[in-house]
């Protein structure tokens, strides 16, 4: 199944999402909000791993999961922190699907890969 790559998702979020199929992430990564935007423009999956943008590849490991929901929102944040005052944050509900290992690699604005689902007990997350 083709699915865009959502990178660099905290193992604390993975974990909450296995416990409960049903969670809303908030990204702010460019990549990631412009992944969401993709899937959801093209009716796509989304495969959401711990890993780098720049350490995904073919066998790496992950959560497959459906766009439910997509919100984008603006929101300031502490001029010391940053030479911007506003960041746009999306928060999107998804649903679990399963787990996947990448079988095939597009990379271009985002990352498009090639996923194939497996089982639990296949899975060596971690």
Known sequence: ???VVIAGVTRRVLDELLKNPYRTIELRS?????GVEKALSE???LFLTYDPFEDVR???EGLLAEPVEVKEVETRI???ESDEREVTVCRVK???????????????????AEVR?????????G
Not at 30 to 34: E, R, S
């Open 78 to 80: 502490p001029w010391r």
């Open 1 to 3: 199944m083709e699915a």
């Open 58 to 60: 073919v066998g790496t």
């Open 117 to 125: 689902e497996f089982r639990l007990h296949e899975a060596n997350m």
């Open 43 to 45: 009716a796509l999956k």
């Open 30 to 34: 460019a990549k990631n909000v412009i």
């Open 94 to 112: 998804v649903r679990l699907l399963g787990f996947g290992r990448i079988s095939g690699i597009e990379r271009g604005e985002i990352i498009r």
